[in-house]
């Protein structure tokens, strides 16, 4: 499996932004979708999950304003990102998983998001 993420970039504080990763090769293998991301001088952490039917787990800080979705047609998962705060800047990485909420087989490259006044 490959994945590309995009969408990216520098927000304001209080913004929005979506980012997208869609994946490719064994398509068919993928259960779990999700985003984790790697602050500087931080451990990466588990943002958010999603599932081949759409059900969706997310860490607390995110909770109320980061919303996974997934379109399964187009291979795609995405993050829509809203009240972002400078503690939400990090490279965000996409991965997919072959079982239910399982640890990732799969990492994309990082897309950086940076939330800046």
């Known amino acids: 499996v490959q994945l590309q993420a995009s969408g990216g970039g520098l927000v304001q504080p209080g913004g929005s932004l979506t980012i997208s990763c869609a994946a490719s090769?064994?398509?068919?293998?993928?259960?779990?979708m999700g985003w984790y991301r790697q602050a500087p001088g931080k451990q990466r952490e588990l943002v958010a999950l999603?599932?081949?039917?759409?059900?969706?787990k997310s860490v607390d800080s995110v909770k109320g304003r980061f919303t996974i979705s997934r379109d399964n047609a187009k291979n795609t998962v995405y993050l829509q990102m809203n009240s972002l705060k400078p503690e939400d800047t990090a490279v965000y990485y996409c991965?997919?998983?072959?079982?239910?909420?399982?640890?990732?087989?799969?990492w994309g490259q990082g897309t950086q998001v940076t939330v800046s006044s």
């Open positions: 090769g064994s398509i068919s293998s993928i259960n779990t």
């Open positions: 999603i599932s081949r039917v759409g059900a969706t």
């Open positions: 991965t997919t998983s072959r079982s239910l909420w399982a640890s990732p087989d799969y």
